[in-house]
Antibody
Framework: QVQMVESGGGVVQPGGSLRLSCAAS????????MHWVRQAPGKGLEWVAG????????YYVDSVKGRFTISRDNARNTLYLQMNSLRAEDTAVYYC??????????????WGQGALVTVSS | EIVMTQSPATLSVSPGERATLSCRAS??????LAWYQQKPGQAPRLLIY???TRATGIPARFSGSGSGTEFILTISSLQSEDFAFYYC?????????FGGGTKVEIK
């Protein structure tokens, strides 16, 4: 049974930092690409960042480049998102999501329950 | 960036009727298109990948078609549990992108 549990969400002031974690179990974590997808209140889904199975290649949506860093620790089965210079428009529920395939095509069969990040003064 | 456009934004359908949802890509994504269902307060659920392959456990009333820039999700006979939001996603190019979503509501 695959499970992914996010943690680290909360309220932060504009310009502040936060680190999200996603602990995965029930799978061979190191075989799969992993991603962060966010959803602003009342809005649709937005892919934020992704990393391939070995963490060697990382990809970002333009709006977070230079501010967010995705990383993974395959020994701990954990995905991270370091978020710096946070803005009000980063307020959202952040989901971690797992690739279905191991061969590098990026669509998602398992999602975490989401972590709410609120950027407000 | 490939822009994904879904239509309509809201679809009002009676239970038992067919629903047809559209997704258009700003450039070809080949067959690298997925569909997700999301209910309020829940994470998205994968329905369809490779345009037309149903994910594990997805009922046969859900089907996908299309290629290139034009894609369709069809729900052949809407059940009460199908009233939800639906999103398409292309995975042909970085950055991965989602459509804006279609809300399927009870008529």
């Amino acid at each position: 049974q695959v499970q992914m549990v996010e943690s680290g969400g909360g309220v932060v002031q504009p310009g502040g930092s936060l680190r999200l974690s996603c602990a995965a179990s029930g799978l061979t974590f190191s075989n799969y690409g992993m991603h962060w997808v966010r959803q602003a209140p009342g809005k649709g889904l937005e892919w934020v960042a992704g990393t391939l199975h070995d963490g060697g290649n990382k990809y970002y949506v333009d709006s977070v480049k230079g501010r967010f860093t995705i990383s993974r620790d395959n020994a701990r089965n954990t995905l991270y998102l370091q978020m710096n210079s946070l803005r009000a428009e980063d307020t959202a529920v952040y989901y971690c999501a797992k690739d279905l395939e191991t061969r590098g095509l990026h669509y998602f069969d398992y999602w975490g329950q989401g972590a709410l990040v609120t950027v407000s003064s | 960036e490939i822009v994904m456009t879904q239509s309509p934004a809201t679809l009002s359908v009676s239970p038992g009727e067919r629903a047809t949802l559209s997704c258009r890509a700003s450039q070809s994504v080949s067959s690298n298109l997925a569909w997700y269902q999301q209910k309020p307060g829940q994470a998205p659920r994968l329905l369809i990948y490779y345009t037309s392959t149903r994910a594990t456990g997805i009922p046969a009333r859900f089907s996908g078609s299309g290629s290139g820039t034009e894609f369709i999700l069809t729900i052949s006979s809407l059940q009460s549990e199908d009233f939800a939001f639906y999103y398409c996603q292309q995975y042909n190019n970085w950055p991965l992108t989602f459509g804006g979503g279609t809300k399927v509501e009870i008529k």
